[in-house]
């Protein structure tokens, strides 16, 4: 079964400007999480998506966003891009079932440098 | 207090050594705890799962779960260089949402 998978793996961006990162989950999971990974706040959960909805939300400002697709697919977006989000970020993907055995799996990652 | 804490080393331990990485929580509701390793410029890759009281082994690791104490601990027996690498706790707090400590760094010396 492949992994999850994430494009595009390195991105520079400059101040102000906008992104848009890409994963797509393992077959057959439903959920897709992301994460924000920083030297100085290590792994920060960004929002969860399920079944095409967000269902948890972590505490970053409205320029993050998400969504996903109809195939689990997800999306994320970062608007008004500031210094401060150079940093990797991952995806998760999970079955989704809530129930404590089910585990998250984590893709390469995208890391984003803002200049 | 932060919902996970993990000492962050540096923590060295000679090949062949017992490694030892604890982690505490703060959510008496937690009911899934994670270790996930990851090397320097990868993204983190599973280790354990450990869901009851007790230990529970596979392979060289051990995970290990005291829900009364609020504590988790990973145990690494005959220690790799390749073992070398960031140790992160997880702790599932609701629903799909995963609290990560800091992460422990460690280096196996031979």
């Known amino acids: 079964k492949a992994g999850v998978t994430q494009t595009p793996r390195y991105l520079i961006k400059t101040r102000g400007q906008q992104v848009t990162l890409s994963c797509s989950p393992i077959?057959?999971?439903?959920?897709v999480s992301w994460y924000q990974q920083t030297p100085g706040q290590g792994l920060q959960f960004l929002f969860e998506?399920?079944?095409?909805?967000?269902?948890n939300k972590g505490n970053f400002p409205g320029r993050f966003s998400g969504r996903q697709f109809s195939n689990s697919r997800s999306e994320m977006n970062v608007s008004t891009l500031e210094l401060g989000d150079s940093a990797l970020y991952l995806c998760?993907?999970?079955?989704?079932?809530?129930?404590?055995?089910?585990?998250?799996?984590f893709g390469p990652g995208t890391r984003l440098t803002v200049l | 207090q932060k919902e996970v804490e993990q000492n962050s080393g540096p923590l060295s331990v000679p090949e062949g050594a017992i490694a030892s990485l604890n982690c505490t929580y703060s959510?008496?509701?937690?009911?899934?705890f994670f270790w996930y390793r990851q090397y320097s410029g990868k993204s983190p890759e599973l280790i354990m799962s450990?869901?009851?009281?007790g230990d529970k082994e596979d392979g060289r690791f051990t995970a290990q779960l005291n829900k009364a104490s609020q504590y988790v601990s990973l145990l690494i027996r005959d220690s790799q260089p390749s073992d070398s690498a960031t140790y992160l706790c997880?702790?599932?707090?609701?629903?799909?949402?995963?609290?990560f400590g800091q992460g422990t760094r460690l280096t196996i010396n031979p």
């Open positions: 997880a702790v599932k707090v609701r629903a799909q949402k995963l609290v």
């Open positions: 998506y399920f079944s095409e909805t967000q269902r």
């Open positions: 077959s057959g999971h439903r959920s």
């Open positions: 959510d008496r509701g937690s009911q899934s």
């Open positions: 998760a993907s999970s079955s989704g079932e809530t129930i404590p055995t089910d585990t998250q799996y």
């Open positions: 450990i869901y009851s009281n």
